[in-house]
């Protein structure tokens, strides 16, 4: 998790936008701690969409806790080499 937090810039603003929860940095790192020790949160699958030094756009399909499953867009600005601001969207599948 420590070299995770390195990756995210001190401003960091995390932003979910199926729920409209918003993070700092400290609370997404704690947040992502947890959901990576719990065995049903799975990355089923990941591709890198687009990277530059602006910007990152990933697609994964997650599977969580409660059973359910999401195709999620990310995309990350970047700034100082580091992600200042991290959008999710999320969308269910069946």
Same mark, same amino acid.
């Given at each position: 998790?420590?070299?995770?937090?390195?990756?995210?810039?001190?401003?960091?603003?995390?932003?979910? &936008?199926?729920?409209?929860?918003?993070?700092?940095? %400290?609370?997404?790192?704690? *947040?992502?701690?947890? /959901?990576?020790?719990?065995? +049903?949160?799975?990355?089923?699958?990941?591709?890198?969409?687009?990277?530059?030094?602006?910007?990152?756009?990933? &697609?994964?399909?997650?599977?969580?806790?409660?059973? %359910?499953?999401?195709?999620? *867009?990310?995309?990350? /600005?970047?700034?100082?080499? +580091?992600?200042?601001?991290?959008?999710?969207?999320?969308?269910?599948?069946?």
């Amino acid at each position: 998790m420590d070299d995770y937090a390195k990756l995210l810039h001190e401003d960091a603003e995390i932003i979910f &936008h199926k729920s409209g929860n918003q993070f700092t940095k %400290t609370e997404w790192v704690s *947040m992502a701690a947890g /959901m990576m020790t719990n065995p +049903k949160f799975v990355n089923d699958a990941s591709r890198c969409v687009y990277e530059n030094d602006e910007i990152l756009v990933s &697609h994964d399909f997650m599977s969580y806790p409660d059973d %359910t499953k999401e195709a999620v *867009m990310l995309v990350c /600005m970047i700034k100082d080499g +580091k992600i200042i601001r991290m959008e999710t969207g999320a969308t269910p599948l069946a």
